[in-house]
């Protein structure tokens, strides 16, 4: 089965992109930038150059393909809004995968959407999970709650280097899941006939809130944490400063984004029918705490290792 893999330069992208060569798939990348895309050639991909905000470069790529898998978003960085690829590039894509005939279509959507249909890149989802729907293709939508990878950057980055740790007042309670695991089931779901046509919750196994987070990090650094905790208020009023202008566009929907922790229900999903299905099982699934574990365990280690050879040569 040849797979186009969108969105393979990004966190949860280049763990399909992995785990897809590792077990035998021909896998094509469809990137926009074929210099950042070359360690997925290394790894042994074909890199095809497309750009959904230029959806004249999508058809093409399609050739020789049976199923596409979408973890591409749009980035803050990018020049324009968040519409021209999570909802003008996905209805081009999903418009010329009818054309090629792709047999299985993946796509990955946000867990609790319709509960947060205000926030624009969340009702960006929402639409196109509709247009999949009524597309007939052979759909699968995976609903996602937050990725480990992401509170790294959020929570043990800044308790290493003795930075403070922006939260809100309250959180909901997230099943964070490890993009490994993301990777995974999405893999297993392309052999597995039930997937088809339906809509998957896919998160971790434990729920946690950020103080929780904050806690684990700092038994597992040994480290203080220096918490800024920023009242749901300012979020706000940040929302709407930032929306008011056009360069603000894409920091005001991220903010929107930030709020949804705060604001909505916990980001948590009964897996059992998913672990039933795709006939896996939840003991095999990453914990939080080993993730941690493993992370600082090796950053930990290697800031020893540099510390000895620095007193060595003194
Ligand atoms: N992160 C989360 O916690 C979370 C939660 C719920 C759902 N999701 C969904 O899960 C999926 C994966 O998220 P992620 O965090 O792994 O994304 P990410 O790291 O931000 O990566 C985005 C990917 O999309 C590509 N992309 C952006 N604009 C493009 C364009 N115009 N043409 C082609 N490719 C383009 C990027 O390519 P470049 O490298 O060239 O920029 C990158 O490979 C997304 O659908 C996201 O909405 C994520």
Known sequence: MSLLIFGSTGTLGRQITRRAIDEGYIVKCFVRNLRKAYFLKEWGAELIYGDLSLPETIPLCLRDISAIIDASTSRPSDPYDAECVDLDGKIALIEAAKIAGIKKFIFFSVLNGTYHSHVPLISLKLKIEDYLIQSNLNYTIFCLGGFFQGLIGQYAIPILEKQPIWTANETSRVNYIDTQDVAKFTLRSLSVADTTKRRFP?????????????ELCERLSGQPAFVNKVPLQILQFLRALT?????????SDRLSFAEVLVTGPDMTADMSEVYRILSLDPSDTSTLERYFQDYFGRILKRLKELNDEKEKTL
């Open 243 to 251: 929306g008011f202008f056009e360069w603000g566009k894409n920091i």
């Open 202 to 214: 896919l998160v971790g196994v434990k729920s946690w809130n950020s103080q929780e987070i904050v």
